[in-house]
């Protein structure tokens, strides 16, 4: 078999849409399609069904990666014992897709109804094991903690205990595998320090990607809040949170500012 396949190779059927993280990230630019899942807005609904589609591609994605790191690398070059962690990361993921296919079901959603970008694969595609576990196990499930937090808090506030206990449920098994990336990015460069570094370094990058200019941060009107708690839970330091509140209202502040300006513009014309 393979090693280290490209997102390329991902197996998909007819009902799926593929588009690029570049592809991804204009859209985003244009629509802010992160949007906040308001449980009083009018089309709350929809938002939740978007979000619950991204959420969905999101787990199969987690279930390929975690599955070609498993595989990937031999034991020359990762502990046997993180291999196992990966295997068991795979059974989580691939109960989550069936989870979040019921519940898109339940929510009046469709597979295949959003696009589907390979962000997360595409993360867990560094030739580094370690780089994977920073990326994709800190970094991006640190990102699903947030967010099935807050999409456990719809679910109580829309009274709906499917969705309330299905999020509750993986947000269980996310703290499990943002905390397997803490503990192995700490043990396989126990003697690498510059590898720890640099490692950290590619998941501040991922971070500054998925901050979405700013939505994501510790605001009572974030659109996505940093669950500090549960990640706390799941070895991050409050350094380490902090890190990500910050980078995300600097970008808040920029997006403001951007807006400040346009309105001024608007105005000069007008005038
Ligand atoms: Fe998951
Ligand atoms: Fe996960």
Not at 10 to 31: G, H, S
Not at 94 to 106: D, P, Q, T, W, Y
Request: charged share 35%; glycine share 8%.
């Amino acid at each position: 078999m393979r090693k280290n396949i490209p997102p390329s190779s991902l197996a998909r059927d007819r009902r799926f849409n593929r588009i690029d993280t570049e592809q991804r990230m204009r859209d985003f630019r244009d629509t802010m399609v992160v949007g906040n899942v308001d449980p009083d807005a009018e089309d709350v609904a929809d938002r939740a069904r978007r979000r619950m589609h991204g959420i969905f591609v999101g787990e199969i994605q987690a279930l390929e990666g975690a599955g070609r790191t498993a595989f990937d690398f031999g034991t020359d070059e990762v502990p046997y014992e993180l291999k196992l962690d990966m295997a068991r990361q795979c059974w989580d993921e691939a109960r989550h897709c069936e989870i979040s296919v019921k519940l898109a079901e339940h929510m009046g959603g469709e597979l295949g109804e959003y696009a589907e970008a390979t962000t997360l694969f595409e993360a867990a595609c560094h030739a580094d094991p370690v780089f994977r576990l920073a990326g994709v196990n800190r970094a991006l499930e640190g990102l699903a903690i947030d967010v099935f937090t807050q999409m456990r808090e719809v679910g109580q506030a829309l009274g709906d205990p499917i969705l309330e206990y299905c999020e509750d449920y993986m947000l269980a098994d996310e703290v499990t595998h943002v905390k397997m990336g803490s503990r192995w990015l700490r043990e396989v460069t126990e003697n690498d320090k510059e590898r720890r570094k640099e490692a950290l370094e590619f998941q501040r990058i991922v971070d500054g990607l998925f901050n979405f200019r700013g939505q994501r941060g510790e605001e009572a009107d974030s659109p996505i809040r940093l669950a500090r708690e549960f990640r706390k839970m799941a070895g991050f330091s409050d350094g380490e949170v902090d890190d990500i509140a910050e980078m995300s209202a600097k970008s808040r502040a920029e997006l403001e500012s951007e807006r400040m300006a346009a309105e001024f513009r608007a105005e000069a014309v007008a005038d």
